[in-house]
């Protein structure tokens, strides 16, 4: 036969009374009112057919049956509090899984987040924080799990296993309707058309018309900027053609946003890598392995 048990906000209302030996200080601690505290504890008197307090004016006393009840009480009443914390911090934890991926803003912008869905799918239960950077990775102000940047010499600490990860190329890229104003055909057709480059890559677009044997090309304008990701953007506005790196293109060229006038004149790149923080989370592993699985060619 099952003991019946006595009614748990009673003994609650009862072990308050009997830690402060008041009814008014029960009542604060649980925000009831003193009436409340001293009906819980009559009910719960009746239940067990003992009188636990003692009751006088304005101040109670446990009775011997009332002390060892305490006695059997609060340890367990504790240990249910404890079990509860126990179960909700686990909760907790696992609720918190998270990886931080500490990768430059442009990267970020166009590759990392235009994918994430994907590792999302993927792994439901990990959160991954995307923490944009401009510095190397020895010089990040807060920790991080994984870090992608272009080339070995990207300022790796030594601590961090560094992977290769994807090779890129440039490739010229523009609006469709600003490549019907005036096709280009050829890298001499790039005259009739402004040029965007940005202030954090300033040498590709000379480097580019060495490569194609267009050294002395003239554009007919030049926009700087100071970050990538606003040349892209300008780029996406038509207001000229960028060379941009097909890793934060592909997504524009697959949609039609962005289109690539010169596809087989691409001026390599160094080849981008990722590190992992020393003794790497499940969770960072869970993401490099999803890294791994991005590798495919670009567009």
């Known amino acids: 036969m099952t003991t019946r048990l006595p009614p748990l906000n009673?003994?609650?209302?009862?072990?308050?009374?009997?830690?402060?030996?008041?009814?008014?200080?029960?009542?604060a601690e649980l925000f009831v009112t003193h009436g409340a505290i001293s009906r819980q504890v009559k009910a719960l008197e009746?239940?067990?057919?003992?009188?636990?307090?003692?009751r006088r004016v304005r101040q109670v006393s446990l009775t011997p049956e009332g002390q060892r009840f305490f006695a059997e009480v609060a340890p367990a009443l504790e240990q249910i509090g404890a079990a509860a914390r126990a179960l909700m911090a686990e909760e907790e934890s696992a609720s918190a899984r998270t990886v931080s991926i500490n990768v430059r803003p442009s990267f970020a912008v166009r590759w990392v987040i235009p994918r994430l869905p994907d590792f999302v799918a993927q792994f439901p239960?990990?959160?991954?924080?995307?923490?944009?950077?401009t510095v190397s990775p020895d010089q990040a102000s807060e920790p991080f799990d994984v870090a992608i940047r272009r080339g070995r010499s990207a300022?790796?600490?030594?601590?961090?296993?560094?992977?290769?990860?994807?090779q890129d190329?440039?490739?010229?890229?523009?609006?469709?309707a600003l490549f019907a104003t005036a096709p280009v055909a050829e890298p001499r057709g790039l005259a009739a058309h402004v040029l965007l480059w940005s202030r954090s890559r300033p040498d590709d677009w000379?480097?580019?018309k060495r490569q194609v044997g267009a050294p002395r090309l003239r554009p007919a304008g030049q926009l700087q900027f100071?970050?990538?990701?606003f040349v892209l953007q300008a780029a996406l506005d038509g207001l000229g053609f960028a060379l941009a790196p097909a890793s934060l293109v592909s997504h524009d060229l697959a949609a039609g946003r962005l289109v690539c006038p010169l596809p087989a004149l691409r001026l390599p790149l160094t080849r981008h890598y990722y590190g992992l923080a020393p003794d790497a989370t499940p969770?960072?592993?869970c993401f490099a392995q999803w890294l791994q699985a991005q590798m495919q060619p670009l567009a």
């Open 125 to 133: 239960g990990i959160a991954p924080r995307v923490v944009t950077s």
């Open 226 to 229: 100071d970050h990538l990701h």
């Open 283 to 285: 969770e960072a592993q």
């Open 46 to 54: 009746e239940f067990l057919g003992v009188a636990l307090f003692e």
């Open 206 to 208: 000379d480097h580019w």
């Open 155 to 166: 300022g790796w600490p030594p601590s961090i296993a560094v992977q290769p990860f994807m």
């Open 169 to 176: 190329e440039a490739l010229v890229v523009g609006t469709p």
């Open 10 to 27: 009673a003994v609650r209302a009862f072990a308050a009374a009997a830690r402060h030996q008041s009814f008014t200080q029960a009542a």
